[in-house]
């Protein structure tokens, strides 16, 4: 599985060493992983980012969350992929390699972020 990553927060891709790197590309962001805008992150903190852009597997209507997403076991990585990590109180999310979304492909307040469309 290709975890080469691009968008706008960090952008997370296993290096040699198989660690993830780290490269986050909005100013003035508070720092999710690291006081640095670039750099290597463990397996943990990978994971506990993971778990902040995804429902916990113990939600009421998690499995029809998943059915939505049409996944049948809980996987932080799967749901994350089906997502972009979107989420509906910030901008941040993730764009995959070889896809070319845009934030307004996915943001879920096109009211806010696009009036026009609405």
């Known amino acids: ?3 080469h990553l691009f968008l706008f927060v960090p952008v997370v891709k296993p290096m040699n060493d198989g660690t993830p790197y780290v490269i986050n590309y909005i100013d003035d962001f508070n720092k999710q992983f690291l006081p640095n805008r670039e750099g290597h992150i463990t397996i943990e903190e990978l994971e506990k ?3 902040w852009r995804t ?15 049409g996944m049948q076991a809980f996987n932080r990585w799967g749901i994350v992929r089906k997502t972009h990590g979107v989420m509906a109180d910030d901008e941040i999310w ?6 070319t979304l845009t934030h307004r492909d996915v943001c879920l307040r096109k009211n806010l972020y696009y009036p026009e469309e609405a």
């Open 55 to 69: 429902f916990p597997p113990t939600r009421a209507n998690a499995a029809e969350l998943l059915e939505s997403l």
């Open 49 to 51: 980012w993971l778990k």
């Open 94 to 99: 993730l764009r995959f390699d070889g896809e």
């Open 1 to 3: 599985m290709s975890h």
